[in-house]
């Protein structure tokens, strides 16, 4: 219905414009004559040949036109698929307007996802071969690599630990030469001595014993624990004698000089001192140590880097996503259509204007007003708008601008005058329909 009235409005125009015409030059003949009456007053009590300017001023005609409007550029650019709105359908926030081909940005959104695939993958593998566990045992590693390598520098063993070592060589060697030499006698004599007393102490016990040996509760009485127990070291004493008589075993006597061996051989090398070749291999393990915690290391940049990878491969999917969401144009705020310049299979660039939505509640009115009337109007006097056709819907306005430069028209000059509706109680006035403007 719009599209038809924004057809018939300019032949409506014209004809306004002819009427507005006719009115003037009536308006004219009747200021004419006025002047001419060389007796007679005016009823309204002007002098003579007075004219009263505000009778002169006749009604214009015109259409309305927004004065808040929005411009929607789609952001990408591309083929116009659909078109879902005309001009003058009046429109929610977020509704989509047209479509545009996303096939290209839907291409360029599985890219995104591939690569960030591939980079979490990268950061996986990256993850397994390190951490920083790894990392820091490395550097306990070397740290101690390096105090080993500063003993062996400073000359090796110190003269505790010399000491120590040769006190641990000389406790092996008499434990061989013990197991090798056999028990003393004076070992053997107290070795006897000992089952002697203990085969005493059985017999008494067991005199004990047997003179309440009648009894029922024998068992549980002191003398029966007291044989017990005397029994139990006469075992021993016996034991340890029959231990002592026996020749060493030769495993005994095999580990007794191994390990006799091992205490004289840490003995001689620490007292030997520090060899050159013990100074290479120490060296050799610092420089491996620290070849380690610099590998560890660059790998722990590596993450970083490809932490760093995953970031970025997640913001390029996040911005393909929102230029393929664009390719669905949506109207950003609510209003009327006022102008389409996308149509379907057109291709539109990402910063064209393809849609204008205008605020129906902000309207106006600029009509030209001639110098002579323009003279007696203000800012802020009343106009009252009437719908073109409908003399009953009707809004109070007023006059929001006067220009001060004129637009040249066929005998006289024009200004144009902006009459600005009030944003309440205008439901039935609409951006482009004909109205006509009475100044009060």
């Known amino acids: 219905m719009l599209r038809t009235f924004s057809r018939v409005a300019p032949f409506l125009l014209l004809i306004a414009l002819i009427a507005s015409g006719v009115v003037l030059f009536r308006s004219g003949q009747l200021t004419a004559n006025l002047a001419a009456n060389d007796g007679s007053e005016p009823s309204t009590g002007a002098q003579p040949g007075a004219v009263d300017a505000q009778a002169t001023i006749p009604t214009y005609f ?3 036109e927004v004065t808040k409007s929005r411009a929607v550029t789609p952001g990408v650019g591309g083929e116009v698929l659909e078109v879902f709105v005309e001009v003058g359908d009046l429109v929610e926030e977020g509704q989509e307007l047209f479509q545009v081909d996303s096939t290209r940005l839907e291409w360029n959104v599985q890219r995104a996802e591939i690569g960030l695939e591939l980079a979490r993958i990268a950061l996986l593998e990256i993850n397994e071969q390190s951490s920083e566990a790894d990392l820091a045992v490395a550097m306990a590693s070397l ?20 000491a120590a070592t040769r006190a641990s060589a000389t406790a092996a060697w008499a434990r061989y030469n013990e197991l090798q030499a056999g028990p003393t006698a004076a070992r053997l004599q107290q070795l006897g001595a000992n089952v002697e007393r203990a085969q005493l102490a059985v017999t008494q016990a067991q005199r004990a ?71 290479a291999v120490g060296r050799a393990r610092v420089a491996s140590a ?17 932490e760093l990878r995953v970031s970025q491969a997640l913001l390029n999917l996040e911005e393909s ?33 393809a849609v204008v939505i205008g605020d129906p509640s902000a309207l106006e009115l600029i009509v030209g007003i001639p110098q002579d009337q323009v003279l007696t109007m203000s800012v802020g006097d009343p106009v009252r708008i009437t719908r073109y056709g409908s003399e009953d819907i009707s809004v ?8 001060p430069i004129s637009v040249p028209g066929k005998g006289n000059s024009t200004f144009p005058v902006t009459i600005r509706l009030p944003e309440e109680g205008t439901a039935q ?8 403007a009475t100044f009060e």
């Open 321 to 353: 996503q929102q230029m393929r969401d664009k390719a669905s144009v949506q109207a950003p705020v609510t209003g009327v259509v006022l102008a389409l310049n996308a149509e379907e299979g057109e291709v539109i660039g990402a910063t064209s204007s």
């Open 143 to 162: 740290e101690l690599e390096k105090t080993n390598l500063a003993k062996l520098e400073g000359g090796g063993a110190t003269e505790d630990e010399i």
């Open 62 to 64: 015109g259409s309305l």
């Open 396 to 403: 109070l306005s007023t006059i929001a601008k006067i220009s």
């Open 209 to 279: 014993y047997n003179e309440i040996s009648w009894r029922d509760d024998v068992g549980r009485t002191p003398q029966a624990a007291n044989l017990q127990r005397v029994t139990i070291d006469l075992n021993v004493a016996q034991a340890s004698y029959s231990e002592a008589t026996q020749p060493p075993r030769a495993s005994e006597l095999q580990s007794a000089l191994a390990a006799a061996h091992r205490a004289q051989h840490a003995l001689n090398e620490l007292e030997k001192g520090v060899s050159e070749v013990e100074l």
């Open 290 to 306: 620290e070849a380690t915690v610099q590998r560890i290391m660059e790998l722990t940049d590596s993450q970083k880097s490809a």
């Open 429 to 436: 006035f609409n951006p482009g329909i004909f109205v006509s």
